[in-house]
């Protein structure tokens, strides 16, 4: 049973571009969140989707969006990337109703 | 809002010692309670979790117990183990809505020596 799976793992952009993020939940599971982790510091929560559509959200700016398909795999998408972009993204798969989160590796995002 | 508070790390310690990494949090109503841990270069993994007062989470030797009267969700060991060298975090689940948003402590780095 493959766990949640996370693509690219790094990337390198430069700063104004536009970058996407995919993730493929877990098996069985309904609901994907994002947390952004910069270096020391712990993951932040930028948004969940459940149902394709956003559920909740953190305070991210209108620059981070995502979407959510219909096999439940979702896409987080940052526009006019800053350096402050640079960080750890993490995707989180659960079953919604359920409290218990998996995580995948991190897509790693260097903005130049 | 909700929030986590953990001890500053990192905490070193020589194998076989005792080990208690401390968490407190803030938040409204009843939330579930986590310890996350992160090895380099790694995602996040689930170490154990704990639903309502009194509950004690645990797995692999280590366990915390949700404590509500203060607030506070501390990580044990009996004997650390130098693979348990890692980066471990604090989180609460709100449960609002029916989705499980996150809110992590900063984390606490271990390093377990010979």
């Known amino acids: 049973d493959a766990g949640v799976t996370q693509s690219p793992t790094h990337l390198i952009k430069t700063r104004g571009q536009q970058v996407t993020l995919r993730c493929s939940p877990k098996s069985g599971h309904d609901t994907v969140s994002w947390y952004q982790q910069a270096l020391g510091q712990g993951p932040q929560f930028i948004f969940q989707?459940?149902?394709?559509?956003?559920?909740q959200r953190g305070n991210f700016p209108d620059r981070f969006s995502g979407h959510q398909f219909p096999n439940y795999s979702s896409e987080l998408n940052v526009n006019a990337l800053l350096l402050g972009d640079s960080a750890l993204y993490l995707c989180?798969?659960?079953?919604?109703?359920?409290?218990?989160?998996?995580f995948g590796q991190g897509t790693r995002l260097t903005v130049v | 809002g909700d929030s986590v508070t953990q001890m500053e790390g990192p905490v070193t310690l020589s194998e076989e010692a005792f080990l208690t990494i401390n968490c407190t949090y803030t938040a409204t109503g009843y939330p579930s309670l986590f310890w996350y841990v992160q090895y380099p270069g790694e995602g996040l993994q689930l170490l154990l979790k704990?639903?309502?007062?009194?509950d004690k989470g645990s797995n692999k030797g280590f366990e915390a117990t949700y404590r509500k009267e203060t607030t506070s969700f501390h990580l044990e060991k009996g004997s650390v183990q130098v693979s348990d060298s890692a980066v471990y975090f604090c989180?609460?689940?709100?449960?609002?809505?029916?989705?499980?948003?996150?809110?992590f402590g900063t984390g606490t780095q271990l390093k377990v020596e010979l």
């Open positions: 989180a798969s659960s079953l919604q109703g359920t409290t218990e989160a998996f």
């Open positions: 704990a639903t309502k007062a009194d």
């Open positions: 989707y459940y149902e394709e559509e956003e559920r």
């Open positions: 989180a609460l689940s709100d449960r609002k809505g029916g989705g499980n948003k996150l809110t």
